[in-house]
């Protein structure tokens, strides 16, 4: 009986030391990583859906609409857009602004990117300064997008994308 106590307790004490790594994992996770920081390497999806329902403090187009997919590699700058446009007469630019749900297009910190200048449907890369890249990629609901058009503004909050 002896040599059935020993094997008890030699497999209840490799049991434990086995199976504590795998229970003290979880543990030992960071439960503030949410997957959208430091790690300026790799690129983030970000969207917006574009209506003259967001616009404040300036002219609306009440019937525009339109979609924008970003994708932003932090380290570098680099911003590649997609964005299309309807109903909106003339288009003349696109650009990334911030300001939050509801924010007039008139604070004195915008930080504006402009995407193109024209056009009701548009793709590409360009680079800005890594440092805004990173805060728009940590933060979108803090930015906007916004259309100009002859009839008015459409805009929508950027927003990241978990689906890709």
């Not at 503030?32 to 574009?50: C, E, F, I, K, Y």
Request: neutral net charge.
């Amino acid at each position: 009986m002896f040599s059935v106590r020993r094997v008890l307790l030699t497999f209840a004490v490799g049991t434990a030391l086995g199976a504590g790594p795998a229970i003290a994992a979880p543990a030992m996770a960071h439960p503030w990583d949410d997957d959208h920081d430091h790690d300026w390497g790799r690129q983030v999806h970000l969207s917006a859906s574009l209506s003259g329902r967001g616009v404040v403090g300036e002219a609306r187009d009440r019937n525009g609409a339109g979609e924008v997919d970003l994708k932003i590699r932090p380290s570098t700058g680099e911003v590649c857009y997609d964005f299309w446009v309807r109903r909106v007469e003339d288009p003349m630019r696109i650009f990334v602004y911030v300001g939050g749900r509801n924010d007039p297009n008139d604070r004195d910190d915008d930080v504006e990117v402009g995407l193109a200048n024209y056009g009701s449907h548009a793709e590409g890369c360009r680079k800005i300064s890594p440092r805004v890249a990173r805060a728009i990629a940590n933060w979108p609901s803090r930015y906007n997008v916004q259309v100009d058009g002859d009839n008015g503004a459409i805009r929508g909050q950027l927003r990241y994308e978990r689906w890709r």
